[in-house]
């Protein structure tokens, strides 16, 4: 079975920082992964996604994510913050075929002037 | 617009009472999705259905109803509200490979008083 931890439910940085937030999984079989950006107050949108080809994955808005096997992580950075990017992100993860999707516990992405 | 389509947006029940969310998507895909959003636990998956006619339990059915008589729609029931079901519920659908990703509707936010 696949599950999606995320560390740390809060995350706070300055505007023009790293910004940096982990996600590790567990999958008996090569995994898509994703990550979810959600707006207070609004769904789910697609910002990236790892479907086994190129292990750095670039999204919308400058963020990417890096696939690590080794270390089983699949972490989301984007090297300059801006005040926009303030939202709850949600890793996933699915087997692909006949498989379910499964989330982390989000993180709530805090950006200070 | 394609995309996924929830109906009601907001609803008010009273404990006891019975209940079905709809969901429609006009991608054509397989795979739909019910997962339900509580704050500091993430998306926690219902039900789901990998086509037409089928359907399977997630993490947290008890309380639950679903059905997906056609490929386009997926409803969720509740046949007996309870306070514990307060919550925002979200639809989501994709492909068989999940490839490309899934795409979700703007969510329900149910209150049981």
């Known amino acids: 079975a696949q599950s999606v931890t995320q560390l740390g439910s809060h995350v706070s940085v300055s505007e023009g920082a790293l910004v940096l937030l982990r996600c590790n999984y567990s999958?008996?079989?090569?995994?898509?992964l994703f990550w979810y950006v959600q707006y207070p107050n609004q769904g789910l949108q697609l910002l990236l996604k790892y479907t086994s080809a190129a292990t750095l994955v670039k999204g919308i808005n400058g963020f990417e994510a890096e696939f690590k096997k080794s270390e089983t992580s699949f972490h989301l950075t984007k090297p300059s913050a801006h005040m926009s990017d303030a939202a709850e992100y949600f890793c996933a993860v699915t087997p692909g075929q006949g498989g379910k999707l499964i989330f982390g516990q989000g993180t709530e992405l805090s950006v200070k002037p | 617009n394609a995309g996924v389509t929830q109906t009601p947006k907001f609803r008010v029940l009273k404990t006891g009472q019975s209940m079905t969310l709809l969901c429609a998507q006009d991608m054509n895909h397989e795979y739909m999705y019910w997962y339900r959003q509580d704050p500091g636990m993430g998306l926690r998956l219902i039900h789901y259905?990998?086509?037409?006619?089928?359907?399977a339990k997630g993490e947290v059915p008890d309380g639950y109803n679903v059905s997906r008589l056609k490929k386009q729609n997926f409803l969720l029931g509740l046949e007996s509200a309870a306070p514990s079901q307060t919550s925002v519920y979200f639809c989501?659908?994709?492909?068989?490979?999940?490839?490309?990703?899934?795409?979700f509707g703007s969510g329900t936010r149910l209150t049981v008083v």
């Open positions: 999958s008996s079989v090569p995994p898509y």
């Open positions: 259905s990998v086509g037409e006619g089928t359907t």
């Open positions: 989501a659908s994709g492909t068989q490979s999940g490839y490309y990703g899934y795409t």
